[in-house]
């Protein structure tokens, strides 16, 4: 399960003023000269947007140095006045400990003031804070009330998280057929993690009949995109000639992309082919 979403990208689908509209086009061209000057010059006029904005480039390093401390105040400057993307964002650094203390309770806070402005990312990630226990106690039925909420606005890591939930059963009745609904949603906007749980509803029979060739349909979807859990499971289809013809160069060849990329298990099966000869 991905723990938490963690962009600090400008958000371009709210409705700003035409002046700020402007700043954002030439962020977009990465003409971060101009956008600087235009978010400046708004921000001296407390616009909150700009505020937001200039947190934006400094937190990223849009056109000025990196600037972590600069991006806090221009964050708060904007969250003060309710700006949900900047206590968003606000939220991130304190999380992954961006120029500051890794502080998850912190984290939470700001999570929770977009959260309960309609902000999907935010609701998201709380939902993920109650899912590990960062920062709270360890709560599923928690998990799964800001998973639903920021699934139902359609955001992919909320449907594929609550997927999880009710494929494992954590905070809710296991239900695999539940599970694959919310992971179809999250599989067909393109989001890996779910596409390759799909291949292990399918090549597991999990409340679907097994089918090894919708496994590795799923899986060659989510390995098309870097996925390496799903190189790894690629491979043990080909290990064991599972809807395939067996071919251990094939899977051996799987297994090492995995093991590249950071899998371990990966590293585990290509180190075991390699020790059994092939």
Same mark, same amino acid.
């Given at each position: 399960?991905?723990?938490?979403?963690?962009?600090?990208?400008?958000?371009?689908?709210?409705?700003?003023?035409?002046?700020?509209?402007?700043?954002?086009?030439?962020?977009?061209?990465?003409?971060?000269?101009?956008?600087?000057t235009v978010f400046e010059?708004?921000?001296?006029?407390?616009?909150?947007?700009?505020?937001?904005?200039?947190?934006?480039? @400094?937190? /990223? #390093?849009? %056109?000025? =140095?990196?600037?972590? !401390?600069? $991006?806090?105040? *221009?964050?708060?400057? &904007?969250?003060? +006045?309710?700006?949900?993307?900047?206590?968003?964002?606000?939220?991130?650094? @304190?999380? /992954? #400990?961006? %120029?500051? =203390?890794?502080?998850? !309770?912190? $984290?939470?806070? *700001?999570?929770?003031? &977009?959260?309960? +402005?309609?902000?999907?990312?935010?609701?998201?990630?709380?939902?993920?804070? @109650?899912?590990? #226990?960062? %920062?709270? =106690?360890?709560?599923?039925?928690? $998990?799964?009330? *800001?998973?639903?909420? &920021?699934?139902? +606005?359609?955001?992919?890591?909320?449907?594929?998280?609550?997927?999880?939930? @009710?494929?494992? #059963?954590? %905070?809710? =009745?296991?239900?695999?057929?539940? $599970?694959?609904?919310?992971?179809?949603? &999250?599989?067909? +906007?393109?989001?890996t993690d779910a596409q390759?749980?799909?291949?292990?509803?399918?090549?597991?029979?999990?409340?679907?009949?097994?089918?090894?060739?919708?496994?590795?349909?799923?899986?060659?979807?989510?390995?098309?995109?870097?996925?390496?859990?799903?190189?790894?499971?690629?491979?043990?289809?080909?290990?064991?000639?599972?809807?395939?013809?067996?071919?251990?160069?094939?899977?051996?060849?799987?297994?090492?992309?995995?093991?590249d990329g950071g899998y371990?298990?990966?590293?585990?099966?290509?180190?075991?082919?390699?020790?059994?000869?092939?």
């Amino acid at each position: 399960m991905k723990k938490l979403i963690v962009s600090l990208g400008l958000a371009l689908t709210l409705s700003f003023g035409s002046t700020f509209d402007e700043g954002v086009e030439a962020a977009n061209k990465g003409d971060y000269k101009t956008a600087l000057t235009v978010f400046e010059e708004l921000a001296s006029k407390n616009d909150a947007d700009a505020q937001y904005g200039l947190g934006v480039l @400094y937190n /990223n #390093g849009y %056109g000025v =140095k990196q600037d972590y !401390k600069k $991006a806090i105040e *221009w964050y708060k400057k &904007a969250a003060v +006045q309710g700006n949900a993307n900047a206590q968003y964002n606000i939220g991130n650094i @304190y999380y /992954n #400990g961006n %120029g500051v =203390k890794q502080d998850y !309770k912190k $984290a939470i806070e *700001w999570y929770e003031k &977009a959260a309960v +402005q309609g902000h999907a990312m935010a609701q998201s990630n709380l939902g993920s804070m @109650y899912n590990f #226990g960062h %920062g709270v =106690k360890q709560d599923y039925f928690k $998990a799964k009330e *800001w998973f639903e909420k &920021a699934a139902a +606005q359609g955001l992919s890591a909320a449907q594929h998280n609550l997927g999880v939930l @009710y494929a494992k #059963g954590l %905070g809710v =009745k296991q239900d695999y057929k539940k $599970a694959i609904e919310l992971y179809e949603k &999250a599989a067909a +906007q393109g989001y890996t993690d779910a596409q390759n749980n799909l291949g292990n509803i399918y090549i597991n029979g999990h409340g679907v009949k097994q089918d090894y060739l919708k496994a590795k349909e799923w899986y060659e979807k989510a390995a098309a995109q870097g996925n390496f859990s799903a190189d790894n499971n690629l491979g043990v289809l080909y290990q064991y000639g599972y809807g395939v013809k067996q071919n251990y160069k094939k899977a051996k060849d799987l297994f090492g992309k995995a093991c590249d990329g950071g899998y371990q298990k990966g590293c585990d099966n290509y180190k075991l082919l390699n020790e059994q000869g092939f």
